[in-house]
């Protein structure tokens, strides 16, 4: 512990709001009021980002008809990807995977056009937009769940179409379509856990020491 730390109390609500975080699906409409819209985009903004490029653009879908047809895009993947799964094809098509229909906002996240100029930190390591990215998205994911809301991260499109449906010029590429709005309920565990899809592996199996697969 050192003197820069928090209070036990705000160091408890930051892990909290880590541990309790849920890849939400199941959304109860209502609105997001706009202050409070306002400040979980600005905790995204907040971001830390490599050369301080901040290649994050945010944008919000509020035509009906819009999020209808980014629905019909999702479906679409929807479909093609459980064709791929094989084996496991009717088992994903009962899977709940996005609920752009039901949630209170929609949001695209999308990285930036021109991102190429950009070179310090990316010289080796182009993909580090996307990480900078990623960053912006959990930020708005940890509040969020501060807040009570609930925030699905929708990866089911094909991004070529979707940035074509939203007018993105070229170079811009959309990562995430975000649900974002109040829930009944988070679920006490991840939602593919608890539906049997898959479990989640523990950190001391990820975790080495000096070597590739040395554990400590």
């Not at 706009?34 to 994050?56: D, F, I, N, T, Y």
């Not at 998205?137 to 991260?153: C, D, F, K, T, V």
């Amino acid at each position: 512990m050192t003197e820069q730390a928090f209070s036990p109390e705000e160091r408890a609500a930051v892990y909290r709001a880590i541990a309790e975080r849920r890849d939400m699906r199941h959304f109860i409409g209502g609105t997001v009021a706009p202050e409070l819209l306002a400040r979980v985009l600005e905790a995204a903004h907040q971001a830390p980002s490599v050369g301080l490029m901040q290649p994050w653009r945010f944008i919000r879908i509020s035509d009906p008809l819009l999020r209808g047809r980014m629905q019909a895009q999702v479906e679409q993947e929807r479909i093609r990807t459980a064709e791929a799964l094989g084996e496991r094809t009717d088992e994903f098509m009962k899977l709940k995977v996005e609920g752009i229909n039901d949630c209170a906002e929609v949001l695209v996240a999308a990285l930036m056009e021109g991102r190429e100029q950009h070179i310090f930190g990316r010289r080796t390591l182009p993909e580090m937009d996307m990480a900078s990215l990623s960053c912006a998205i959990q930020n708005l994911w940890l509040a969020s769940r501060a807040e009570g809301l609930g925030m699905g991260w929708v990866s089911l499109f094909d991004p070529e179409a979707l940035a074509e449906l939203l007018g993105m010029p070229d170079g811009a590429k959309p990562l995430a379509i975000i649900c974002l709005g109040p829930v009944k309920e988070f679920y006490p565990a991840p939602m593919l856990v608890m539906e049997g899809w898959a479990q989640a592996r523990p950190l001391h199996e990820l975790l080495y020491e000096n070597q590739w697969g040395v554990s400590q």
